[in-house]
């Protein structure tokens, strides 16, 4: 793919941040299916930012920027992404993603097949399917996330979708994404047509190995509170903060904790049966690692540097 002349014109959009375990793979997967992924960088302290430098010189259709400014202030990142790559090259449609989500389906004629059902000017909704760490596959997940993935939730308890938007290449700046890109409205009020992908899947993978999940917890509770001190009493970021409290309080993310985590990422908190909460699946997948080598970057060394990052960017801000 990264053909930008092809039509229709599928978008990609990102907002990223410490990802060198699994940015390359979700690059070259989705980009079978997008003609063009635009990326923004958060603020990276691993080797995210030189990954994506390496790809961008492979792929002409990739693009990437940077925003180091600390704060979980996706929503607003992605909206002014939305605005801006709307204007600059009139895609047909825009699908907004993490760099934990990759496109699932057969092929590009499948996916474009699926989404002629979105109505102009309206979303599909594209479900999740989340890949879990099991007991017995905490070594082999961690060696090459994604693909080493052998288990899927059998549900998903809510179901959480992300939205593809139809822009019919046109520049419609009404559109505003929700928090997590799950919802899209209109902000001049006018209905947003929905309809359900349910012949596509979005490949989900939030939890893949101790480091990555420490990390993620820490310097994400650490991002929340920056963007809003009092966060802890509004309940948003819930799992987070309460993930955040077990590791301040000493408590060691084992085995048990991290698959626990994995199964419940997202998920109403239940007793856990492990055999009857996965099924054995292995996800379909099209890459090859050429610049990373599937490992996230220790997580006291990630925290260390994202937390000396936050203070200069902060302090920077006031010059």
Request: hydrophobic share 35%; with cysteine; aromatic share 8%.
């Amino acid at each position: 793919m990264g053909d930008f002349t092809q039509e229709p014109k599928l978008l990609g959009i990102s907002v990223v941040k410490n990802e060198q375990d699994i940015i390359e793979p979700f690059v070259r997967h989705n980009l079978q299916f997008l003609n063009r992924l635009i990326v923004l960088d958060n603020g990276s302290v691993d080797r995210t930012t030189e990954i994506l430098e390496e790809l961008q010189r492979e792929y002409p259709t990739l693009v990437v920027g940077h925003d180091d400014e600390f704060g979980h202030k996706q929503r607003q990142r992605m909206n002014r992404m939305l605005i801006e790559a709307q204007s600059t090259y009139q895609p047909d449609f825009v699908m907004p993603l993490d760099a934990d989500e990759f496109l699932g389906a057969s092929d590009r004629n499948t996916f474009l097949e699926a989404l002629k059902s979105i109505p102009c000017g309206g979303c599909g909704v594209l479900p999740w399917q989340t890949f879990v760490i099991t007991p017995d596959t905490v070594g082999v997940c961690e060696a090459d996330p994604p693909s080493s993935f052998q288990w899927r939730r059998r549900k998903e308890l809510p179901l959480y979708s992300k939205v593809v938007l139809r822009t019919a290449g046109k520049n419609r700046c009404d559109f505003e994404l929700d928090f997590g890109s799950h919802n899209a409205i209109s902000i001049t009020d006018r209905e947003v047509g929905r309809v359900s992908l349910e012949t596509l899947r979005l490949l989900h993978f939030p939890v893949r190995s101790r480091d990555q999940f420490v990390a993620r917890i820490v310097v994400g509770w650490m991002a929340n509170l920056t963007r809003d001190p009092n966060v802890r009493s509004t309940g948003l970021g819930w799992q987070k903060r309460d993930n955040f409290d077990r590791i301040a309080q000493g408590q060691t993310v084992d085995t048990a904790t991290l698959c626990e985590s994995s199964l419940l990422y997202a998920q109403d908190s239940r007793p856990i049966d492990w055999q009857a909460d996965v099924v054995a699946e292995a996800p379909k997948l099209a890459y090859e690692r050429r610049y990373s080598d599937g490992k996230a970057m220790d997580a006291i060394q990630l925290i260390a540097r994202a937390w000396e990052q936050s203070l200069r960017v902060t302090s920077g801000s006031c010059v």
